[in-house]
C-alpha cells in the first residue's frame, strides 16, 4: 500500500491550502480515509476522516468550520481543503487509511496504512 501526499507549502495566516493524498496498492474504494498531523515537540493528532463512501466525515474541533476533507474514488485520492489558515496549523500532515472501524478515527491505532507526510507552514 502506498499513500503520497501533496500540496504542502508555505501560506500567509488566512491562506487556503489543499492536500492531496493518492493511494494505491488496495482497493480505494473500500477504505476509510483520513489526516492526521504533528508539528515539532507535539503529539501526532487526529484532523479528520471521511468513510469509504464519502457519506460521513468527522473532523478535529480544532479544524471544524475550517477544513474539508473530500475523497474522489475515481481518481483513488483524498483530499483536504484547508481555509483561513493560522500559523497553529503549521505541523506535517499525514494522510492514512483503513478497511475497519475501530469506534473512533482519533487515535493512531484507529489506521493502518500512512503516508510520508507534506509541510504545511502558516507565517503570521
Known amino acids: 500500500v502506498q499513500l503520497q501526499a501533496s500540496g504542502g507549502g508555505l501560506v500567509q495566516a488566512g491562506g487556503s491550502l489543499r492536500l492531496s493524498c493518492a493511494a494505491s496498492g488496495r482497493t480505494f474504494s473500500r477504505d476509510h480515509m483520513g489526516w492526521f498531523r504533528q508539528a515539532p515537540g507535539n503529539e501526532r493528532e487526529f484532523v479528520a476522516a471521511?468513510?469509504?463512501?464519502?457519506?460521513?466525515?468527522d473532523y478535529a474541533d480544532s479544524v471544524k468550520g475550517r477544513f474539508t476533507i473530500s475523497r474522489d474514488n475515481a481518481k483513488n485520492t483524498v483530499y483536504l481543503q484547508m481555509n483561513s489558515l493560522k500559523p497553529e496549523d503549521t505541523a506535517v500532515y499525514y494522510c492514512?487509511?483503513?478497511?475497519?472501524?475501530?469506534?473512533?478515527?482519533?487515535?493512531?491505532?484507529?489506521?493502518?496504512?500512512w503516508g510520508q507526510g507534506t509541510q504545511v507552514t502558516v507565517s503570521s
Open positions: 492514512a487509511s483503513t478497511p475497519r472501524y475501530s469506534g473512533t478515527w482519533h487515535v493512531g491505532r484507529a489506521w493502518d496504512y
Open positions: 471521511i468513510t469509504w463512501s464519502g457519506g460521513t466525515t
